[in-house]
């Protein structure tokens, strides 16, 4: 079982930056997908960007060019940088891992709150 805790949310102000980080238990190399999703108060949670063990991302058409996803697989853990940070990014951000084995393992981490003030 993979369990993912995210850290480094907290209060910005618009076009600041922050660093979200992911620590992922076990072998981050095993993993087939990490991703960042985010959820905002009373909307649907979104993909944000992903990244597959060979290293292919993909990224939301709201947040290219302003934020990267990165993974370091000798610290087990995830990153999400975000830069140029609007209102709109203000949401609770969750990192989610997709392993493959026999079966599909789909685990969320307990979230962390950005808030962007305008």
């Known amino acids: 079982q993979v369990q993912l805790v995210e850290s480094g949310g907290g209060l910005v102000q618009t076009g600041g930056s922050l660093r979200l980080s992911c620590a992922v238990s076990?072998?981050?190399?095993?993993?087939?997908?990490l991703a960042w999703y985010r959820q905002a108060t009373g909307k649907q949670r979104e993909l944000v960007a992903s990244?597959?063990?060979?290293?292919?991302?993909n990224y939301a058409d709201a947040v290219k060019g302003r934020f990267t996803i990165s993974r370091d697989n000798a610290k087990n853990t995830m990153f999400l940088q975000m830069n140029s940070l609007k209102p709109e990014d203000t949401a609770v951000y969750y990192c989610?891992?997709?392993?493959?084995?026999?079966?599909?393992?789909?685990?969320w981490g307990q979230g962390t709150q950005v808030t962007v003030s305008s």
């Open positions: 990244i597959l063990s060979g290293g292919t991302t």
């Open positions: 989610k891992s997709t392993l493959i084995l026999l079966k599909t393992y789909v685990n």
């Open positions: 076990g072998s981050i190399g095993s993993i087939y997908e």
